[in-house]
Nanobody, 121 residues
Framework: EVQLVESGGGLVQAGGSLRLSCVGSGFTFDDYAIGWFRQAPGKERGQVSC????????YYIESVKGRFTISRDNAKNTVYLQMDRLNAEDTAVYYCAASSFCLDLGDFNYWGQGTQVTVSS
């Protein structure tokens, strides 16, 4: 059974940091790109960052560049999202998902259950 499990969310003050983890099982983790998505109340879910398979190319949306860092440890089947200098606009449920390619948003077929990140101002 394919599973992606997120952890590391929580409540943090503006300017603080959190590190999210996404652990995959039931598939060949190394072969997949892993993306982080978020959905705030009343808004559509959107990709925040992604790390490819192979050469681990990374992608970020403009609003998190310089604040968020995505990385992967294939030996642990884990992708991390280090989030620094958090602000209230980062408040959302964060999901990780697996795909063949970071830029093919329609190909993310495997999803985790999500972890809540709340940033208090």
């Amino acid at each position: 059974e394919v599973q992606l499990v997120e952890s590391g969310g929580g409540l943090v003050q503006a300017g603080g940091s959190l590190r999210l983890s996404c652990v995959g099982s039931g598939f060949t983790f190394d072969d997949y790109a892993i993306g982080w998505f978020r959905q705030a109340p009343g808004k559509e879910r959107g990709q925040v960052s992604c790390i490819s398979n192979g050469d681990a190319t990374t992608y970020y949306i403009e609003s998190v560049k310089g604040r968020f860092t995505i990385s992967r440890d294939n030996a642990k089947n884990t992708v991390y999202l280090q989030m620094d200098r958090l602000n209230a606009e980062d408040t959302a449920v964060y999901y990780c998902a697996a795909s063949s390619f970071c830029l093919d948003l329609g190909d993310f077929n495997y999803w985790g259950q999500g972890t809540q990140v709340t940033v208090s101002s």
